[in-house]
């Protein structure tokens, strides 16, 4: 294979793959799937905040399609996701907003310790 074709198969297909990786992982854990689209973002060729911002855009409809499948199984508590929607729009705008000023390298480390973070939460 020509390099140019490897090159644009790559781009097509590492995003698909970590695509269905996220979407198994929100659609398991009600979330998550941004630990798996960030990285794959930025080894997909993304700078770190356009991998973080991109990896927001996914995850919407996303969560949305699997909230849906929460309802229709009568999964879901509204008691829980209406208080926590405020909460979660709020955090939401104030962290679009430090994104624009957040020195790359200090984002990817603070991203890395709280996945590192969350992985010693679930193993304990």
Do not use: Q
């Not at 979330?31 to 911002?53: D, F, Q, Y």
């Not at 399609?65 to 199984?73: E, G, M, P, R, T």
């Not at 480390?109 to 193993?123: E, R």
């Amino acid at each position: 294979m020509k390099k140019k074709t490897v090159s644009r198969l790559k781009k097509l297909l590492v995003p698909a793959l970590s695509g269905i990786a996220v979407g198994a992982a929100n659609g398991l854990f009600g979330g998550g799937g941004g630990m798996i689209a960030v990285p794959a973002l930025t080894a997909s060729g993304a700078s770190e905040k356009k991998a973080h911002a991109t990896a927001v855009a996914v995850i919407l409809p996303l969560s949305l399609i699997s909230a849906a499948v929460y309802l229709a199984k009568g999964t879901l508590s509204w008691e829980a996701a209406l208080p926590s929607c405020l909460g979660i729009v709020a955090g939401g705008v104030i962290g679009s907003l430090l994104l624009k000023k957040i020195d790359p390298s200090l984002l990817t480390k603070v991203f890395y310790v709280l996945m590192i973070a969350a992985g010693i939460k679930l193993a304990l």
